[in-house]
């Protein structure tokens, strides 16, 4: 830990401002960002400590924006140093939420969702994500529903891009769908078709790839290179969201 020295006074506004209280938290907007600050929410979990430093960048960020948002006014934490010298204040206990992976399929391309499956275990065992694919629809269930409320919920979602997969019912609109609500899409391409990229999807990755080519996942020698660069390209995505 950080050791360091001074006194250090904090308060919740400047002496013209009031200081707010949100009822839906149950809690002064200044005293729950204190809190996350504190559990080092603003860290990303990559820190042993929280260091003072990083809880008055989280309060300076948080404060203003929140107290905004709920009622229109400014609210400024104010910090008074003495003989302040920087030092570590606690305990880093923030845990980042997993990304959640949603992998979408036609249901025929089911030896497809296995192996794409399999890929990611490795990013699961290590706690990065939580995955859920089509094929965990359970019994009875309007597919439909199941299927928008997966999206809603995740971060990331592969697409599967076979043949099959471009026939069926959902595919354009659950691509849509997931654009429309500014979720991670990555295309999957796994065998040789006809896949014609919607205008607001070009940037995005598409995968596997080689030497800026589409590849099939078929056509990759061994084939387990493939399946262990989709994994790579979740890994690149989980980072980008993290950060």
């Known amino acids: 830990m950080n050791v360091g020295s001074g006194r250090v006074v904090m308060a919740s506004c400047k002496a013209d401002e009031k200081s ?61 140093l003495t003989d302040f010298v920087g030092f570590d204040v606690c305990y880093n206990s923030y845990i980042p939420p997993k990304s959640r992976v949603f992998i979408i399929s036609d249901p025929q391309d089911n030896a497809y969702l296995e192996s794409v499956s399999n890929s990611l275990k490795v990013l699961e065992t290590r706690g990065l994500i939580h995955k859920w694919s089509i094929s965990q629809i359970p019994a009875g269930a309007i597919v439909k529903d199941v299927l928008n409320e997966k999206i809603a919920n995740s971060d990331i979602i592969l697409g599967l891009v076979s043949t099959n997969y471009l026939n069926s019912d959902t595919c354009l609109t659950l691509q849509t769908k997931a654009i429309l609500e500014g979720k991670m899409l990555i295309p999957v391409i796994l065998e040789d078709c006809l896949y014609v990229l919607e205008k607001d999807i070009e940037s995005r990755e598409l995968t596997p790839q080689k030497s800026g080519s589409l590849v099939p996942v078929v056509e990759w020698i061994p084939q387990n290179a493939a399946y262990t660069e989709i994994s790579r390209v979740v890994l690149r995505n989980i980072q980008s969201i993290k950060n």
């Not at 504190?38 to 860290?43: A, D, F």
């Not at 203003?64 to 006014?73: A, E, N």
Request: proline share 3%; with cysteine; glycine share 4%.
């Open 20 to 80: 707010y209280f949100d009822r839906k938290t149950n809690h002064g907007i200044f005293t729950l960002a204190l809190i996350e600050a504190l559990e080092g929410k603003n860290t990303a979990g990559n820190k042993k400590f929280v260091s003072f430093n990083d809880i008055c960048q989280y309060l300076i960020e948080q404060v203003p924006i929140r107290t905004f948002q709920l009622s229109k006014k400014t609210q400024t934490p104010i910090f008074n």
